[in-house]
């Protein structure tokens, strides 16, 4: 783990490849990430492949355990550094299904009872107030970086 001054950081035009994988990333996370992959050896295209199959090849490999087993990952530095990106993806998912369903949840209010649509969301009534108050608060994905140009 080499220490890497900010001017080795990759160049992050809008549109480059980076921009695209990493676009579940704030642009001002964007630079510091790219760079800590490339200084781990990691490309765009690796990191890409990763996040498009959900970390699933990365889990099989941690779950065996066998020895070396981040080693077709760039190692265990590289390794982490994918599982994070899995979890920073994830999360900023989950929060825009987070809000979706806020916004369903405070037009089913508006039709039903919050007991009615509790029970179908298979919440407490207290639950759906709160699930409904929520909204859609940004920013959000408009797409995930598998499907992006």
């Known amino acids: ?20 994988i990493l676009s579940h990333r704030s642009p001002e996370e964007q ?8 200084a781990a050896g990691l490309s765009a295209e690796r990191v890409r492949a990763v996040l ?18 981040a080693e077709q990952f760039g190692g265990t530095l590289a390794a982490a550094l994918l599982a994070g990106e899995i979890g920073a993806l994830a999360a900023r998912l989950g929060r825009r299904a987070s809000g979706i369903r806020s916004l369903a949840a405070a037009d089913l209010l508006e039709d039903f009872s919050a ?10 009534r207290q639950k759906i107030y709160e699930i409904a108050r ?16």
């Open 1 to 20: 783990m080499d220490s890497h001054p900010g001017d080795d950081s990759p160049e992050l035009l809008p549109g480059s490849r980076w921009d695209s």
């Open 31 to 38: 630079r510091a990430v790219a760079g800590r992959f490339e």
């Open 52 to 69: 498009a199959d959900g970390g699933d090849q990365l889990y099989a490999a941690a779950a065996e355990g066998s020895p070396g087993w």
């Open 115 to 124: 007991v009615t649509v509790a029970e179908e969301l298979g919440v407490s």
């Open 134 to 149: 929520g909204g859609l608060r940004g920013p959000h994905l408009d797409t995930v970086p598998w499907r992006s140009p």
